[in-house]
């Protein structure tokens, strides 16, 4: 069964800077790209960024670019996603996805950046 | 960027109903197309992706067709734990984009 579990999520001040984790299992991590989006509240849902597995290419909503940065650690099976310069409007619910298709979706860990 | 958008935006049913959810592309992007359910304070679940292709488990009253811009989702017999926010999402080109969403209502 596909698990995918977000943390890191938290309260921090504009500018600030916050690490988000997606701790993968049951499939192989190694070989999927994998991608961020996110939801402010009562809003719709935004594609963030995407790790491609091929070549190791890295894509970026244009709201995050050059703030935002998305890597891997494959022998930990662990997706992360480093958020810089925080701003109001990046407060949400932060969600990690199997596939640059979605296929499969944690539940998500919550952003608030609020001073 | 290419842009999704996604109508009606609200729409309210009754069980048993057909629905359809349309999406167009900006540009066309071919089948790359998926749509996505999702329930108050739960993730989003895939449902179709490949613009017509079915997920394990989901459904066959859930149905995807189109191609190039235009993109529908039909519900063909609206079922109480359908009443949800739909979405589609195009990942033709980046940045990948959604629609604004359809939220489903119970008449």
């Known amino acids: 069964e596909v698990q995918l579990l977000e943390s890191g999520g938290d309260l921090v001040q504009p500018g600030g800077s916050l690490r988000l984790s997606c701790a993968a299992s049951?499939?192989?991590?190694?070989?999927?790209?994998m991608s961020w989006v996110r939801q402010a509240p009562g809003k719709g849902l935004e594609w963030v960024s995407i790790l491609s597995v091929k070549g190791g290419n890295t894509y970026y909503a244009d709201s995050v670019k050059g703030r935002f940065t998305i890597s891997r650690d494959n022998s930990k099976n662990t997706l992360y996603l480093q958020m810089n310069s925080l701003r109001a409007e990046d407060t949400g619910i932060y969600y990690c996805s199997k596939g640059g298709w979605l296929e499969y979706w944690g539940q998500g860990t919550l952003v608030t950046v609020s001073s | 960027d290419i842009q999704m958008t996604q109508s009606p935006s609200s729409l309210s049913a009754s069980v048993g109903d057909r629905v359809t959810i349309t999406c167009r592309a900006s540009q066309g992007i071919r089948n790359d197309l998926g749509w996505y359910q999702q329930k108050p304070g739960k993730a989003p679940k895939r449902l179709i992706y490949?613009?017509?292709s079915f997920q394990s488990g989901v459904p066959s009253r859930f149905s995807g067709s189109g191609s190039g811009t235009e993109f529908t989702l039909t519900i063909s017999s609206l079922q109480p734990e359908d009443f949800a926010t739909y979405y589609c999402?195009?990942?033709?080109?980046?940045?990948?984009?959604f629609g604004q969403g359809t939220k489903l209502e119970i008449k």
């Open positions: 490949a613009a017509s």
């Open positions: 999402l195009q990942h033709n080109s980046f940045p990948y984009t």
């Open positions: 049951g499939f192989t991590f190694n070989i999927n790209d």
